[in-house]
């Protein structure tokens, strides 16, 4: 069935450190990808997103990239900071179900 | 702009009592969508509407019923409640009919069925 796996479930970083966390999709006809942040108590809000015709997108210290043939897609944080701390999803659009499937989440802690 | 708005904040129903959830958006989006949220499960949807006038089970409509009233505005509605129906429940919606575009989310309901 339609699935999105995320890992890790939790991740902490030393402030000014790289984290990274990971999704593996299972219906190979996904094509939109986006990342939603959602802090303690609020509402989840898209920080980047990629579609299936690119390999690699970056915005400031967030990048996000996508391998199509192992069907599965990073987010990548850099020189992270306390203000990154929050739980992070992952999403993969299924075309052919019409449904945005979500990850568990990562919650990220940066230790300052 | 208010984006989407979602009301109550919070409730708390006994089992069993019937309760609508409401949402509106003011950016003339036409796609919406309910959300449940449970601990360490991500966001699992209910039910979605692709356009005005039409509605769509998600991954878990059990239980629940929907109301496209408008292009604005989006219902869910608890007939009779359960203990596992205790969650938060967001609402979004996206600006295309094929949803496979950014999802801007309500503040969320926090529902407790005792």
């Known amino acids: 069935g339609e699935n999105v796996e995320q890992h890790p479930s939790t991740l902490s970083v030393q402030e000014g450190d790289s984290a990274v966390i990971k999704c593996t999709y299972s219906?190979?006809?996904?094509?939109?990808f986006p990342w939603y942040k959602q802090e303690l108590g609020k509402r989840p809000q898209l920080i980047i997103d990629i579609r299936s015709n690119v390999g690699e997108k970056k915005d400031q210290r967030i990048a996000v990239t996508l391998n199509k043939t192992a069907k599965h897609f990073s987010l990548h944080i850099t020189e992270t900071q306390p203000e990154d701390s929050a739980v992070y999803f992952c999403a993969a659009w299924m075309d052919s179900s019409y449904k945005l499937i979500f990850g568990s989440g990562t919650r990220l802690l940066v230790r300052p | 702009n208010a984006g989407v708005t979602q009301t109550p904040k919070f409730q708390v129903l006994k089992t069993g009592q019937s309760m609508t959830l409401q949402c509106a958006q003011d950016?003339?989006?036409?796609?919406m969508y309910w959300y449940r949220q449970d601990p360490g499960m991500g966001l699992r949807l209910i039910y979605y509407?692709?356009?005005?006038?039409?509605?769509d089970k998600g991954e878990v409509p059990n239980g629940y019923n929907v109301s496209r009233l408008n292009k604005r505005e989006f219902s869910l509605r608890l007939e009779s409640a359960a203990p596992s129906q205790t969650s938060v429940y967001f609402c979004?919606?996206?600006?295309?009919?094929?949803?496979?575009?950014?999802?801007?989310f309500g503040p969320g309901t926090r529902l407790t069925v005792l």
């Open positions: 509407s692709a356009s005005e006038g039409t509605t």
């Open positions: 950016m003339n989006h036409n796609s």
């Open positions: 219906d190979s006809a996904s094509n939109y």
């Open positions: 979004a919606s996206s600006e295309g009919t094929s949803g496979s575009g950014e999802q801007f």
